[in-house]
T-cell receptor, first 111, second 115 residues
Framework: NAGVTQTPKFQVLKTGQSMTLQCAQD?????MYWYRQDPGMGLRLIYY???????DKGEVPNGYNVSRLNKREFSLRLESAAPSQTSVYFC??????????FGSGTRLTVV | AQTVTQSQPEMSVQEAETVTLSCTYD???????LFWYKQPPSRQMILVIR??????QNATENRFSVNFQKAAKSFSLKISDSQLGDTAMYFC????????????FGEGTQLTVNP
């Protein structure tokens, strides 16, 4: 039982490049999330998917797109990376109100 | 919108002693859930404890307990018999009952346990 798996763990991009962060969970959770973590600001929600086939914006969605590919997978895409998107990104999933289960994070640096 | 505030950016405690981390929140909701997460240097987010707002009894998990004051909108975490492995960033988080289970986090408190 792997829980929440996200890839890659580290990535360096040049300004303007694009990339997709992948996330998969094997806990049969309905809801999935993407957060970003910046120093002194805790985690902030980028996008979430309450159930398969639905996605909604969170607190900081600008510059990102998401795809809920199926119940297991939820990807985050940066179309044109900017230095302001340098951050640690976490994928998470949840079953109702039990709290989020998190992946191990992706450290992204945009130069 | 909900807000969560952790007013202690850093704290330290001696091994085997007790420490309390503070958290306050602001909401107009009556049904919600509160959480404490631990983030050690490995970066992994680990759920420490969960509290349902409709329950008056404070949640406990081994050495971890909370003091939940609903009227004061306060949710502090007490760690007893602190261990070196408790050194981590601790985040307080809020979840509305009908919010798709998404979390609103505080800024975090870096706890260091000294030998």
């Amino acid at each position: 039982n792997a829980g929440v798996t996200q890839t890659p763990k580290f990535q360096v991009l040049k300004t303007g490049q694009s990339m997709t962060l992948q996330c998969a969970q094997d806990m049969n959770h309905n809801s999935m999330y993407w957060y970003r973590q910046d120093p002194g600001m805790g985690l902030r929600l980028i996008y979430y998917s309450a159930s398969e086939g639905t996605t909604d914006k969170g607190e900081v969605p600008n510059g990102y797109n998401v795809s809920r590919l199926n119940k297991r997978e939820f990807s985050l895409r940066l179309e044109s990376a900017a230095p302001s998107q340098t951050s640690v990104y976490f994928c998470a999933s949840s079953y109702w109100t039990e709290g989020n289960s998190f992946g191990s994070g992706t450290r992204l640096t945009v130069v | 919108a909900q807000t969560v505030t952790q007013s202690q950016p850093e704290m330290s405690v001696q091994e085997a002693e007790t420490v309390t981390l503070s958290c306050t929140y602001d909401t107009s909701e009556s049904n919600y859930y509160l959480f404490w997460y631990k983030q050690p240097p490995s970066r992994q987010m680990i759920l420490v404890i969960r509290q349902e707002a409709y329950k008056q009894q404070n949640a406990t998990e081994n050495r971890f307990s909370v003091n939940f004051q609903k009227a004061a909108k306060s949710f502090s975490l007490k760690i007893s018999d602190s261990q070196l492995g408790d050194t981590a960033m601790y985040f307080c988080a809020f979840m509305k009952q009908a919010s798709g289970s998404r979390l609103t986090f505080g800024e975090g408190t870096q706890l260091t346990v000294n030998p």
